[in-house]
């Protein structure tokens, strides 16, 4: 422990965030619309901790994520907007609230039915607030390929969707000839962005009826393609070659020394 840490053993998270928005010139000038990002950037840090299983990084982004929190109820708090009281009252009353088999006498069978009767739920909630939408609550600025997911999964517990993982795999061959078709007759950007989007929309599906998120799988074949590339990048400086003039048919066969040199690695 640092010599500012043993100044400061009795102040509690909540009571530094204070202590920082008054006192740190960063914290007092931030708003409700300049730290949004900052919830993004440090849950993806978390995810990717808890990925990694090392329990000392976990902990460290564990607690980025509560700082940040922290400091968004702290502002709004300054705003007027809320207080940390309200917050956590809110939460508190949502997840009684939609959790009746847990605080309540309410029978519930199997995770089905727990998922249907929480969209039950929150469609009497949407009724009170007035709203409309059934995807609300889903945010548009979420990544794409996470936010379909999402999309997928609210419908489904509604009971709009395939009835086995054999629906959506009809359905990628359907739209993969569609979009070749669309290449083959020279379709415009606007048709293939179209055409490509049901395709992608489509894997997702597949993914969630397999019970993988798409995001996750994604995530993965790009470390995979990440570590593969750098690997032959290592092959062409260690045999002197030069990589802007080899080929792609150079490349595919240091690719394809790379990938068996893995699979019998890791056999």
Known sequence: MGESENKHPDKNLRQIVKKLRAECPWDRKQTTSSIGHLYIEEAYELAEALESGDGARIEEELGDLLYVVLMGIRIAADAGLTDYEKVEQKAKSKLIRRHPHVFDNLKIND???ILANWEKI????KKDRREAGF?????????ALMRAQMMQERAARIGFDWPSAQ???AKIREETVELEEHIVAGGTKDDLEYELGDLLFSVV???RHINIRAADALG????KFQRRFEEVRRLVRERNLDLAKL???ELDKL??????QEELTTD
Do not use: C, H, Q, Y
Not at 135 to 143: E, L, R, T, V, Y
Not at 220 to 223: G, K, Q
Not at 255 to 260: H, M, T, Y
């Open 111 to 113: 995770e089905s039915e």
């Open 122 to 125: 929150k469609e009497t909630e």
């Open 135 to 143: 995807f609300d609550g889903i945010p548009k600025s979420m990544p």
């Open 167 to 169: 629906g959506p795999v």
């Open 205 to 207: 599906n597949l993914a």
């Open 220 to 223: 993965r074949a790009n470390r």
């Open 247 to 249: 080929g792609i048919k």
């Open 255 to 260: 690719w394809d020394e790379v990938k068996a």
